[in-house]
């Protein structure tokens, strides 16, 4: 009986260890990592590098409160960072996680708005679905009902426009008229909401585990940067989980050469060492803000030295490995893969994403879009089958939270072609399993 208690009762066995891309019980079962915990993984498990430094660091100090000791560790790493991010945003403010990162990223805003005397500002729109973070905050900006209904009472409802999911409403995501279509919306919103009153939006470059590593329409992101800039409103790139690489660029955005305001940073930030993440900030939000009173928000553990260190030695081992350019390559292998599957099982309704941020989508028919029957729970019985046969993949309802059935298929960036043949061989064989318990008239 454990003292423990999680989102649900699903047993799982006790972790071993853990090592590249691989994972073992206590019974010496292995279990290939096929989705890096929750996007989080991404330079694989055990880096030498990585544990080196963190010993080093704690040679030293393993804690030092912000307001008492600048430390090197902290410095060295807001360094490394903002030569990554797009010119102009070069101010880091460390925190522990990505709800951690979201907020730290809307109260800055708010704060922003105050000290260029606008304060009518404070909506935050964002899309639907979407995932923000699981504090009231985030959650606030969140577009998934089942996670926010409970705590509806307790939040302040911010407006929401829909997420470009262009091959369900059976546009071309490859036409720029599409791209339009859907950035037009936040325009939209934007006027009927009141400009006076809109403080920014926020978007992931790529879907994460709402919408299950959703792309973007041609000219998306460029237009709603313009949209942005024309109504003064902040437009804030939630990289929580493309950032760090797994989508073939550092940041997600650079595949469209797009630069946001704000930042957030954090899973494969950490790389699942430390808790880690970040918000980075254009140098004149954080300039008015200071000049005003000083940014009136923080966090025990941000910049602590120890979690710096092992940031700091995950983004030398992500360039000294090349694994960025890795997860491109590595990315198409994959797709190819899992497009390969889609021609094998007919409930494979899309195959989508960047780099080794990659989903498939389980539909009862490809034309129609009709999702899987509810009942089936799809996303929760594939990823069992998987993990009984040593695959770890990560599930979520496509559609609001409510129906439709993704997976995503995220390996850590060190993976090779061959450990991608490993997983497919799995994946394939948990769907066949599948298949044999899903009724004859949903299969055919």
Known sequence: MSNLFYQTKSPRPVLDRADGIYMWDVNGKRYIDGSSGAMVSNIGHSNP???????????????????????????????KISELTPEGLDKVFFVSGGSEAVESCLKLARQYVLAQGQARRFKVISRFPSYHGSTLGALAITGMSTMTAPFDPMMQRMPKIPAPRAYLDGLDPDD?????????????????????????????????ASTGALVPPKGYMQRIREICTEYGVLLI???????????????????WGTAPDLICLSKGFGAGYVPLGAMIARNDIVDAVMASGGFIHGFTYAGNPLACAAGSAVLDEITRQGMVRNAAAMG?????RLRGLMQRYPLIGDVRGKGLLAAFELMADRVTKAPLPKGLNAHSRLVDIAYDNGLIIYSRRTRGGALGDHFLVCPPMIVTEGQLDDLTDILDRSLAQFMNEVPRAVAE
């Open 49 to 79: 590098a990585v544990l080196d430094a963190m010993r080093a660091q704690m040679e030293k100090s393993t804690f030092g409160y912000r307001l008492h000791f600048q430390t090197e560790a902290s410095e060295e790493l807001a360094q």
């Open 237 to 255: 790139h939630d990289e929580v989980m493309t950032g760090g690489g797994r989508t073939g660029a550092f940041f997600g955005a650079e595949h």
């Open 176 to 208: 720029p008229a599409t791209g339009l279509h859907y950035a037009n919306m936040l325009e939209q919103k934007i006027l009927e909401e009141g400009p006076e009153t809109v403080m920014a939006f926020i978007v992931e470059p790529v879907g994460g």
């Open 332 to 336: 198409d292998a994959l797709a190819l």
